[in-house]
């Protein structure tokens, strides 16, 4: 029986590991915190259930599907409340309703006049020249102006990737957007042009969560993979005769591990990845520099009298140009999901940091705490302390795909053409959402299978 080592046990990984044991592969999980689940974590206190990092999962895929229904989760399911449907965007100091179909961007408070005016000149604007690979913030400011960057691509970006839309690649980022213009030439007649088109796959559940939080997911997969080794730090990975050596350090004492197998499967984040003693990524300097900004996830749990917003959405997106405020943006999580919070209480999950103050995440908690009670109070009218406060720092966190970022996915593929049964999958190959992580594992599992 072939052997495969799987380096992390985050939602990667542990997709990966499952499609090479449902093939007849020994799989050996090896992963460097207490759990597996990687960035998905979840926790419960006093009826509040917390995600320390995604919230929700959006739109579902054949892969996930499968698996919830192999898993047996699909009662544990959890699908959004209407209300979700709703976005708010801060402007001149105050959350302001997005418009949810094209006759609401006439009224909405989000854009003003002119910059509606300016959204309606976008089927005029020529495409970029062919080749070009342009910033969202170019592609953008081009296409829909300067309003439409600050107070729409701005903000989204930032709760999206934590991250600023003049670093990150169009291409590589949004690529639908990329798409829509390369086939219709503007956004809005690549919109029309799919007026009454069916979807090719109609999704199950759009947005959901399990009734436990994202971590019941990560736990089942990590039951039916079995044993995961936890607290077991990777070293070296080390090519040798046809195999592959995996050098860990495992638990506090770092007492040093080795395993020989066939085949290994990454999923380490890349600085982790290129900062090992010996790793194939050593061959490929450029993965050594892809950004991932820091974040911080601050859970605040509040009884409802205590807030005087109605809360009535997914949330509200702070963008750059609303200097005076320091978050990203809030979750209102026990709107999406009324069972997040005990009767007659809420509960707000806030970011703050990224790439565009990463300098906050370094601050105190109760400095970070500050600073968000503060925007809370000023922007959704919260009064007095919480009745809940969950702090997360996330030192490491999302892979940010800017421009240039082919060059990385190169490498990547490089890597993987140069030695054989070595795979890579995780959030920095072809998306950073939850079921893109799941489809990178699903791959590069399968990319094993035929080589083993």
Do not use: C
């Not at 895929?61 to 544990?76: F, Q, Y």
């Not at 969202?136 to 439409?148: D, K, Q, S, Y």
């Not at 930032?158 to 798409?179: D, K």
């Not at 922007?379 to 966190?397: D, F, K, N, S």
């Amino acid at each position: 029986m072939a052997r495969v080592a799987v380096l992390g046990a985050g939602i990667a990984g542990l997709v990966g590991a499952y499609t090479l044991e449902q093939a007849g592969v020994e799989v050996q999980v090896l992963e460097a915190r207490h759990h597996p689940g990687g960035m998905i974590q979840t926790s419960e206190a006093g009826g509040y259930v917390v995600e320390h990092g995604p919230n929700t999962i959006r739109a579902s895929t054949p892969l996930l599907e499968r698996l919830i229904d192999a898993l047996g989760l699909t009662a544990e399911v959890v699908e959004a409340s209407d209300a979700a449907r709703n976005r708010y965007v801060v402007r001149e100091g105050n959350p302001v309703a997005l418009p949810t179909s094209p006759p609401g961007l006439l009224t909405t408070r989000a854009f003003s006049i002119p910059g509606k005016l300016r959204l309606l000149l976008e089927p005029f604007v020529d495409p970029a020249p062919a080749g070009v690979e342009e910033s969202v913030a170019t592609f953008v400011r081009r296409r829909l102006g300067g309003e439409a960057l600050a107070y729409g691509a701005d903000p989204f970006v930032a709760g999206i990737f934590s991250g600023v839309p003049a670093n990150l690649s169009v291409q590589h980022a949004f690529p639908a957007l990329y798409e829509m213009e390369q086939t219709h030439g503007s956004l809005l007649r690549a919109q029309w042009a799919r007026r009454g088109q069916a979807p090719a796959d109609t999704p199950r559940y759009k947005v959901f969560n399990f009734r436990k939080g994202l971590q019941q997911l990560v736990d089942a997969l990590a039951t039916a993979v079995g044993p995961v080794a936890t607290d077991e730090e990777v070293k070296r990975i080390i090519p040798a005769n046809g195999q592959w050596t995996v050098h860990t350090a495992q638990g506090w004492e770092q007492t040093p591990q080795t395993y020989t197998v066939d085949g290994v499967l990454s999923t380490l984040p890349l600085p982790r990845l290129s900062a090992l003693e010996a790793s194939p990524a050593s061959e490929a300097p450029v993965l050594a520099h892809v950004p991932h900004p820091p974040v911080t996830v601050v859970a605040l749990g509040y009884p409802r009298r205590n807030v005087a917003h109605p809360l009535d959405g997914f949330g509200m997106l702070v963008p750059k140009v609303e200097s005076d405020l320091r978050i990203l943006g809030t979750i209102f999580t026990s709107t999406i999901f009324p069972d997040r919070a005990p009767d007659d209480h809420v509960l707000l999950t806030t970011l703050v940091g990224g790439a565009r103050r990463p300098a906050l995440t370094h601050e105190s908690f109760h400095a970070v705490r500050e600073l968000v009670e503060r925007d809370l109070q000023h922007l959704l009218g919260v009064r007095g302390a919480p009745v809940l406060m969950h702090y997360t720092e996330w030192t490491t966190g999302i892979p940010q795909y800017t421009v240039g970022y082919g060059a990385v996915k190169d490498a990547l593929q490089r890597l993987e053409d140069a030695h054989a049964r070595f795979a890579l999958a995780g959030n920095y190959r072809d998306g950073i959402s939850v079921p893109d992580a799941m489809a990178s594992g699903e791959t590069a599992a399968q990319r094993l299978l035929q080589d083993l």
